[in-house]
């Protein structure tokens, strides 16, 4: 069972008195364990594509199955728990919360969840220690490089152990050795998890050490 598979979805936004069809009969399938590159053009549908994986955004035709369970066969409750479960979204800014420790921040998900505190606190320190951030467990997001803030943020995607990573441009604000040092620990995570991910980026020396490549033409994805 492919951990994302999306089957003939299409998305389109009202633009005045026509569509703008975004996403039109889009096929694809990740397993466990297989990281994905996502490179099109602005406006091609990438951010469109994984707000409908990502249960962000409900297609307009087709189906988004997460670990072989359609999105659709669920109410807006059940798809909201299945987002928090078993998908980890990674932006290109991390979207950390200021006021809170590296720790805590990647405590917060688990929390919302409803794990014990002393459990949360316990996996946070093991994700920090895998992304070589142990000593920093107790920093806030300002006492942190832009690359150990991108680690914490990718740590707390996974806090909850989920099926899918989807990330927009997760090196799109780092310099080039440091993205490098980020997507590498990010795969390895990846990896190391057992989760699929799929990662938009336009950054194609690190799309190239990814498993597979996929674009968007048409509002179709296609293997490049
Ligand atoms: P990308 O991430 O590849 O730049 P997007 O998915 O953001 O592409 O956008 C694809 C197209 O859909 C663009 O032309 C964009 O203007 C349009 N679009 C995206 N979101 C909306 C929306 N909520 N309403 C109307 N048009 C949208
Ligand atoms: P910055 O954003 O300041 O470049 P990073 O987040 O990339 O910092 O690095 C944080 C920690 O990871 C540092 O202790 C650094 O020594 C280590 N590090 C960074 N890049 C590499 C690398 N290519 N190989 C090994 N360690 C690295």
């Known amino acids: 069972i492919p951990s994302l598979r999306l089957r003939g979805v299409e ?5 005045g008195d026509h569509y703008l069809e975004v996403l039109r009969s889009a096929n694809l399938a990740i ?16 951010s469109t594509l994984l707000h409908v994986a990502g249960l962000l955004e409900k297609p307009d035709a ?4 997460i670990g072989g369970v359609a ?24 979207h950390l919360l200021p006021e809170f420790t590296a720790e805590e921040n990647i405590m917060m998900p688990q929390m919302i969840r409803g794990l014990d505190r002393k459990i949360a606190a316990e996996r946070s ?3 920090l220690a895998y992304m070589k951030l142990a000593e920093r ?18 740590a707390r995607a ?6 899918l990573l989807l990330a927009d441009e997760p090196t799109g604000n780092l310099d080039p050795k440091t993205a490098h040092y980020v997507f590498d620990a990010l795969q390895a995570l990846v990896r190391a998890s ?3 991910a799929l990662i938009a980026t336009h950054n194609l020396d690190i799309a190239d050490r990814m498993d597979r490549r996929i674009t968007l033409q048409d509002g179709k994805i296609e293997e490049i």
Do not use: C, W
């Open 62 to 65: 087709g189906e988004v199955y």
């Open 125 to 127: 320190r093991e994700l």
């Open 31 to 46: 397993q466990a364990g297989e990281v994905v590159a996502l490179i099109a053009p602005s406006g091609a549908g990438k």
């Open 158 to 163: 996974v806090a909850n152990a989920p099926k």
């Open 71 to 94: 999105a659709g066969s669920l109410d807006d409750a059940g798809r909201t728990r299945m987002r928090r479960m078993q998908i980890g979204f990674v932006y290109q800014f991390h």
């Open 194 to 196: 057992g989760l699929a």
């Open 137 to 154: 467990a107790s920093h806030r997001p300002s006492e942190l490089s832009g690359g150990e803030q991108q680690r914490v943020a990718i």
């Open 11 to 15: 998305r389109r936004y009202r633009e």
